[in-house]
């Protein structure tokens, strides 16, 4: 069964220190898989995906089959990343073009001053 | 922003009550979806829909009913609320164009004393 896996809950960094968030994934198909942001008071927003290979906001992500992986990487961190940040993987497609998506459980990033 | 709205923002009930949870989108989107966020669990779907009229149970469905009678529309109900239904309930909603990104409502907040 497909499963998204983010390790840590809470993850605290300086302000300009790197951070990088985890992601582990398990799916029998092919996987695509998402970063998605939610800032304090406000939706839950895309941030990346993995087919697009770009970099939003200083933010990258690799997919890595080999080590089932979609880690979320920031060389420097700035104070307004602090967020709760999800994993998501779509699992199949649906009728129509649609798809599904399982999220991870989510971690909260804090960056202190 | 307004794509996708949800009413009410915050939601007081009682064990044993029907609540319903509206969910209004301009986008003409074909796919329409319900999540819970809870901790510790993340983002979790309850039901979605591929267009009027279908609908489809997703992991946690029990005790939630769902109805698609306009595109536009996709109101969820609790047939008789419980404590364990407290929870943070998201909207969200997909275009099916193949890039599978998914546009989230700002949420209900609803409590079950």
């Known amino acids: 069964a497909q499963r998204v896996t983010q390790p840590e809950k809470l993850l605290s960094v300086f302000k300009g220190a790197p951070v990088e968030l985890k992601c582990n994934y398990s799916y029998s198909g092919s996987p695509e898989l998402f970063w998605y942001v939610q800032y304090s008071r406000q939706r839950l927003q895309l941030l990346l995906r993995?087919?697009s290979r770009e970099s939003i906001k200083g933010f990258t992500a690799d997919l890595n089959k080999g080590e089932t992986s979609f880690h979320l990487k920031k060389p420097f961190a700035q104070e307004e990343d602090s967020a709760m940040y999800y994993c998501a993987l779509r699992v199949r497609g649906l009728t129509g073009g649609g798809n599904k998506l399982t999220f991870g459980t989510g971690t909260q990033l804090k960056v202190e001053l | 922003d307004a794509g996708i709205t949800q009413s009410p923002r915050y939601k007081i009930t009682e064990t044993g009550r029907q609540v319903t949870l509206m969910c209004h989108q301009t986008w003409s989107h074909s796919y329409m979806f319900w999540y819970r966020q809870d901790l510790g669990h993340g983002l979790r779907l309850i039901y979605y829909s591929a267009a009027a009229d279908i609908t489809d149970k997703g992991e946690v469905p029990d005790g939630y009913v769902v109805s698609r009678s306009k595109t536009e529309n996709f109101p969820l109900t609790l047939e008789s609320a419980t404590r364990s239904q407290t929870s943070v309930y998201f909207c969200?909603?997909?275009?099916?164009?193949?890039?599978?990104?998914?546009?989230f409502g700002a949420g209900t907040r609803l409590s079950v004393l």
């Open positions: 993995h087919i």
């Open positions: 969200a909603s997909h275009t099916g164009d193949g890039k599978n990104i998914q546009y």
